[in-house]
């Protein structure tokens, strides 16, 4: 027999039974997680709160897999997703004047949404378009070359 073959958690017997019901729970946890930040667009703490009892999970354990990914939010997030790089390039042709015009326009912070939840704002690393810096994406656009008037047009936008 190759180790590769051996079901070590068959050979547990039961513990190897809980170790495989555990699996299975945290193969639909994730899916379940997915779902629900789909149709909320973050994770809200009640509905985290019916899955742990439909799954029969602690919700500590619920909340520590989805710390995990970086996909999942727990508070929720502007329809607006304003990501402005902070990478080299950007930096030095003007991306941090970008952000703070951002963060004065709309009151917030980086890694905030402003009450309205029109727009969330995060800063990203390159994102591989230096020849158009600085840059941002939003949602999944990219808009580069912001210059004061595109960056006006940014901020009409998103309202
Ligand atoms: S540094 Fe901003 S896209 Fe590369």
């Known amino acids: 027999m190759k180790v590769e073959e051996i079901d070590v958690a068959e050979q547990m017997g039961e513990v190897g039974r809980i170790l495989r019901e555990y699996d299975r729970k945290k193969g639909i946890l994730?899916?379940?997680l997915l779902a629900i930040q789909e149709d909320h667009g973050?994770?809200?703490e009640d509905v985290l709160r019916k899955l742990s009892k439909k799954l029969d999970l602690p919700l500590a354990e619920i909340?520590?897999?989805a710390s995990f990914y970086k996909?999942?939010?727990f508070t929720p997030r502007g329809r607006k997703v304003v990501r402005v790089c902070l990478g080299t390039a950007c930096y030095v042709r003007g991306a941090k004047k970008v952000l703070s015009t951002l963060e004065e326009r709309f009151n917030i912070k980086v890694g905030e949404t402003t009450?309205?939840?029109a727009m969330t704002l995060e800063t990203v690393?390159?994102?591989g378009c230096c020849g158009l810096a600085p840059v941002a994406t939003v949602n999944e656009d990219v808009v580069g070359e912001i210059g004061l008037k595109k960056l006006d047009r940014l901020i009409?936008?998103?309202g």
């Open 125 to 127: 690393g390159c994102i």
């Open 42 to 44: 973050y994770l809200p």
């Open 156 to 158: 009409k936008t998103i």
């Open 63 to 65: 909340y520590s897999v």
């Open 115 to 117: 009450e309205d939840l």
């Open 71 to 73: 996909q999942f939010h």
């Open 30 to 32: 994730i899916h379940a």
